[in-house]
C-alpha cells in the first residue's frame, strides 16, 4: 500500500495564498502521476491540477494563472501553490497518486484530505 499525508491547509482570507503538501510513503513503490483534488460542500470531487514524474502539469481552467503544481520526485512529494484565493476555492483539497507498487502491482491512492477555507 501507498499512503498519502496531506498538510498545509487553513483558513485564508480572499486574495492571500496557501501551500499544500502531499508525500507519499510505503515500500518498494514508483509514482508515476500526483495530484490534487477538491470537493466543496454539496458538490462532487474536481479536478484541480497534475504532475507527470517527468514534470508534465495540467490544471483546471478555474485556477490557472493562480495555483501552481510542483513534485520532489527524491521525497515522493507534491505541493500546490495557491494564490490569490477566492472563496469558491474553499473545499477539502485532496492528493492523489497512481504508480506501480512491487513492479508489477497499478496503485491509484487518495489522501484524507486537507479543509482550505477562504474568507471574504
Known amino acids: 500500500q501507498v499512503q498519502l499525508v496531506e498538510s498545509g491547509g487553513g483558513l485564508v482570507q480572499s486574495g492571500g495564498s496557501l501551500r499544500l503538501s502531499c508525500a507519499a510513503s510505503?515500500?518498494?513503490?514508483?509514482?508515476?502521476?500526483m495530484g490534487w483534488y477538491r470537493q466543496a460542500p454539496g458538490k462532487l470531487r474536481e479536478f484541480v491540477a497534475t504532475?507527470?514524474?517527468?514534470?508534465?502539469?495540467s490544471y483546471a481552467d478555474s485556477v490557472k494563472g493562480r495555483f501552481t503544481i510542483s513534485r520532489d520526485n527524491t521525497k515522493n512529494t507534491v505541493f500546490l501553490q495557491m494564490n490569490t484565493l477566492n472563496p469558491e476555492d474553499t473545499a477539502v483539497y485532496y492528493c492523489?497518486?497512481?504508480?506501480?507498487?512491487?513492479?508489477?502491482?497499478?496503485?491509484?491512492?487518495w489522501g484524507q484530505g486537507t479543509q482550505v477555507t477562504v474568507s471574504s
Open positions: 492523489n497518486a497512481n504508480g506501480v507498487l512491487y513492479r508489477t502491482e497499478l496503485f491509484n491512492s
Open positions: 510505503g515500500s518498494m513503490f514508483s509514482v508515476n502521476v
Open positions: 504532475i507527470t514524474r517527468s514534470g508534465g502539469t
